[in-house]
């Protein structure tokens, strides 16, 4: 019985918050045997009191059934006093959670936010999608899959939601949620406990990106998700309209306020222009001009793409299939930038700045 050996043991054993093997989450630590036994700690978030001994039961339990009697001593320690990244103690297995939003509603978030996902994925990487619109949430109708229900596994007597895949993205919406089945996991009549609890009882995978598409303007969806993990970086979606303009720079100045301190990595102008077919290389700017780079000014932060209006992009919605995947060179071209220049955006942040927190509410 060596260390290699009863670390083996103890990655069958599911971390409580990501569903994934223990030693591969980097929970267990310190471990030490000394004859018949074996020491070490668990650093995780704080676990509610049953799934604690669920735990402790399952690794005492697997170090028995391969070595007979062993005196199994385990240390629990609570990350969040040990001055680990935010990131590390909600969502440890995803690298960037994004977070899409507007000053208006109607102004392409969600098409936005499904597309560049959408790009993300194409260009290699893993990529996850929550729908926090839950006033209006359209992301099921726009991947297809309106009556979509995802299943409920039981991990250590807690109900955990596994995500939906579609396109090769791992989906999770309130539109998901209407049967009895799931309404056990999402109790409470509070809105934001739905989305807290898409952050904290859903089993994502290992994920570079979760991308999430919030309802327009500034309330408490957005204030629950600040709250809840820690938001790596937001963009805002505008229309070239000067009071879309207006309503965004309100919406994206509840990101930098000082306690909340979420950074902007830019602005995605959305129907910027149209080019009819026949005419490609005309451009009609049916919604004014400039109102992109005006908000990234007054943000200071940079203009990450210019999104055209493509009937394409309009029929995507209503037929289920995200239009990156058309082969629209135009939407392909413009979505392809777009998540070019955010991870450019994204790679300079990590560079620059310390881990985004969870906010804190002070009481
Ligand atoms: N670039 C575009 N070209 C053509 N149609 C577009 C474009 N962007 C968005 N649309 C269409 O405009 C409508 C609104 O877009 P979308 O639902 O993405 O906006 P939203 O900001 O998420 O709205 P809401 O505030 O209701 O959540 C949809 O019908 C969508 O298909
Ligand atoms: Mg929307």
Redesign the pocket.
């Known amino acids: 019985m060596d260390t290699a050996q009863i670390l083996e043991k103890l990655q069958a054993v599911p971390d409580p918050k990501t569903g994934r093997g223990i030693v591969e989450m980097n929970r267990v630590r310190d471990l030490d045997v000394q004859g018949n036994r074996i020491n070490f700690s668990l650093h995780l978030p704080q676990l509610e009191g049953n799934e604690k001994g669920a735990l402790n039961m399952a690794c005492q339990q697997v170090l028995t059934e391969a070595f007979g009697v062993v005196d199994v001593n385990i240390h629990f320690v609570n990350v969040q006093h040990t001055g680990g990244s935010a990131l590390e103690q909600a969502l440890p297995q995803v690298k960037n959670i994004i977070a899409v939003g507007?000053g208006?509603?109607?102004?392409?978030?969600?098409?936005?936010?499904?597309n560049l996902a959408i790009a993300l994925q194409k260009s290699g990487a893993k990529v996850g999608l929550i729908d926090a619109?839950i006033y209006?949430p359209?992301i099921p109708t726009?991947i297809g899959m309106p009556t979509a229900k995802p299943k409920i596994e039981t991990l250590y007597g807690k109900h955990k939601i596994i995500p939906i895949e579609a396109f090769g993205l791992q989906v999770m919406s309130v539109g998901f949620i209407i049967e009895p089945e799931a309404a056990i996991v999402l109790r409470g009549p509070r809105l934001g406990g739905i989305v807290k609890q898409f952050l904290n009882d859903v089993l994502w995978g290992e994920l570079d990106y979760l991308i999430l598409?919030l309802?327009?303007g500034t309330g408490d969806i957005q204030l629950t998700i600040v709250q809840t993990v820690a938001v790596t970086g937001a963009i805002m979606?505008t229309t070239p309209q000067e009071v879309a303009v207006i309503d965004a720079v309100k919406a994206g100045n509840m990101f930098r306020l000082p306690n909340v301190n979420v950074p902007i990595l830019g602005v995605v102008e959305?129907?910027?222009w149209f080019t009819p077919a026949e005419l490609p290389n005309n451009k009609y700017y049916l919604f004014g001009k400039g109102g992109g780079k005006k908000l990234a000014k007054h943000m200071s932060t940079m203009l990450l793409g210019q999104?055209?209006?493509?009937?394409?992009?309009?029929?995507?919605?209503?037929t289920g299939k995200p239009a990156f995947l058309d082969n629209n060179e135009i939407i392909n071209q413009a979505f392809h930038n777009l998540s070019k220049n955010m991870t450019a955006q994204l790679a300079l942040r990590h560079e620059m700045m310390a881990p985004s927190r969870k906010v804190e509410i002070k009481s």
């Open positions: 507007s208006k509603g109607g102004v392409g978030k969600s098409t936005v936010a499904l619109d209006g359209s726009m598409d309802p327009p979606v959305n129907m910027s999104i055209p209006i493509v009937e394409g992009i309009r029929s995507a919605g209503d």
